[in-house]
């Protein structure tokens, strides 16, 4: 693709030499180590370092040009392409280069603190059982026409993200649903992107060490209604009953859809009956009623499923058939996930990691009626330190043993992020234990549990890691918990026939 195709509609902030115009580009990266001949490549500014530090270096390995919202530095002697903003810019040539995949799939973008994973994977179960071929991009995993891989950003950057659109277009595919997160949209990950539907579950505390203020986080939220720098999205779906979402400013030519329990919202649930089977609940929207049942708990989970049912109505899907769709999403992977060795009680693992997704969790646990709540929890090094006596509060008003743990340090030490979390816990009165060793902190937990009881493991859900000071190391809550189990004698179900 010649680079005067390319650059059309990105803000310069310097004149090219007219004999770069007709370059023929063969490809684009922001990586040297996998720059190839004809290639542009990208530097960006970084915490950790300067993206010019590798232009050189990609020069050398073929790359016909850089691009950069920094100046070119004195000793570089290749086309330096000079932008107002370089994300913004990756983002519009990577769309442009693989000829505007948005525009064949229909794009649904998932925004708010809390639900996103969940509503996503609801949405993408519908369709997929609509019959539709589609992509997914979550945190947990990323799905192309069928093919799960692991997940390596909740929303990659552009040029990824736009090599999955084009694999899901090239395998026929119809549907591309993701979550777009607030650093992706503050850092222009998806800038000039065609939005079919958006939606907004929530906004609680969180990300503040990147955003400051609530406001600010709010801003960044509100930029994909606004079109995030593309057209504005046809559908807004958003939660009537989050005071934020009330804020939420529509363009003109974009259909707001709400959803909600509360207010009188146009998609509501209705004979609402949460227990351990699942949810079964009303649906009431614009032209009739739904019956929905399903196996996720609670009554967060019954927001998430009012908002996937609101973007299949978007979507021009039958209410019977999104209401199968829904049905046929059986669990999502660290959400209230269920660890079960043939033991008395329930053992879940969550990944809720601020408070009042804490909270949320432990209300959906107390829904089942349990004996006793005990609730693990650790909160994140390097993160928002201010979240954290609120986590340890949500924990102990609402738990009958709280043991305080690590989630993923960091650089942090993990006494000292204990520290800040007990600051909240010792506002009550609830029997707790400090164990910085997460795996023996399990051991605690479950060891407490008697017959009745509900044993919740917080705050790292599906992650298969913990981020320590020095090291990245194997560990996953549900793995550790089954071992746990099993050693105190405890033998699943199936295992016991045999």
């Not at 990944?351 to 005990?374: C, S």
Request: charged share 25%.
């Amino acid at each position: 693709m010649k680079l005067s195709d390319l650059i059309a509609g990105v803000a310069l902030a310097s004149d090219l030499p007219v004999g770069a115009y007709g370059l023929d580009i063969t490809g684009l990266e922001f990586d040297s180590r996998r720059v190839k001949p004809g290639y542009l490549f990208f530097a960006f500014p970084g915490a950790k370092a300067d993206g010019r530090a590798f232009a050189a270096q990609a020069i050398l390995a073929g790359a016909l040009g850089v691009v950069s919202e920094l100046a070119k530095p004195e000793d570089f002697d290749g086309l330096w392409i000079q932008v107002q903003h370089g994300r913004a810019a990756l983002s519009v040539m990577s769309r442009l280069f693989y000829g505007a995949p948005d525009e064949s799939l229909a794009l649904v973008g998932v925004t708010g603190t809390n639900g996103k994973t969940t509503t996503v994977y609801c949405v993408d179960s519908m369709l997929r059982h609509a019959g539709r071929v589609t992509g997914m991009v979550g945190t947990i995993l990323y799905r192309v026409a069928g093919e799960e891989r692991p997940a390596v950003n909740t929303t990659p950057d552009s040029l990824d993200l736009m090599r999955l659109m084009d694999e899901v277009k090239r395998a026929g595919g119809t549907n591309f649903t993701f979550e777009v997160s607030s650093h992706a949209l503050a850092l222009r990950r998806v800038a000039g992107l065609t939005f079919h539907t958006v939606l907004f579950t929530n906004l609680t505390r969180d990300h503040l060490d990147f955003h400051g203020t609530m406001e600010e986080y709010f801003a960044a939220k509100v930029l994909l209604f606004q079109g995030a720098g593309g057209p504005p999205p046809k559908f807004a779906v958003i939660n009537a009953d989050d005071s934020w979402g009330k804020r939420i400013q529509l363009q003109p030519e974009t259909k707001r859809l709400t959803y909600g329990l509360k207010n009188n919202a146009d998609v509501k649930a209705e004979n609402i009956d949460a227990g351990f089977h699942g949810l079964r609940f009303d649906v009431r929207y614009p032209g009739g009623r739904q019956h929905i049942e399903s196996r996720l708990c609670g009554l967060i989970n019954v927001y998430n499923l009012l908002g996937a049912f609101a973007v299949g109505l978007s979507l021009g899907l039958p209410a019977q058939q999104i209401a199968e769709g829904l049905e046929s999403c059986k669990a999502v992977p660290g959400r209230f996930e269920r660890v079960d060795a043939g033991q008395p009680f329930l053992v879940v693992v969550d990944y809720a990691h601020t408070d009042d997704a804490l909270r949320n969790t432990i209300a959906t646990a107390r829904a089942l009626n349990p004996k006793r709540v005990i609730t693990l929890f650790g909160c994140g090094g390097d993160r928002d330190r201010a979240k954290r006596p609120l986590m340890g509060q949500a924990a102990a008003e609402m738990s009958d043993f709280v043991v305080v743990t690590s989630d993923n340090p960091r650089s942090e030490d993990p006494l000292s992020i204990i520290n800040d979390a007990l600051v909240g816990v010792r506002r009550f009165d609830t029997k707790h234990v400090v164990e910085p060793d997460r795996e023996k902190a399990i051991r605690l937990a479950i060891a407490e549990a008697r017959p009745g009881d509900i044993v919740l493991l917080a705050g790292k859900g599906h992650e298969t890691y913990q981020v320590l000071r020095d090291r990245t190391i194997d560990f996953d809550d549900r793995v550790s918990a089954r071992r746990v189990l099993e050693s105190f004698g405890y033998v699943p179900k199936a295992e016991a026939r045999a």
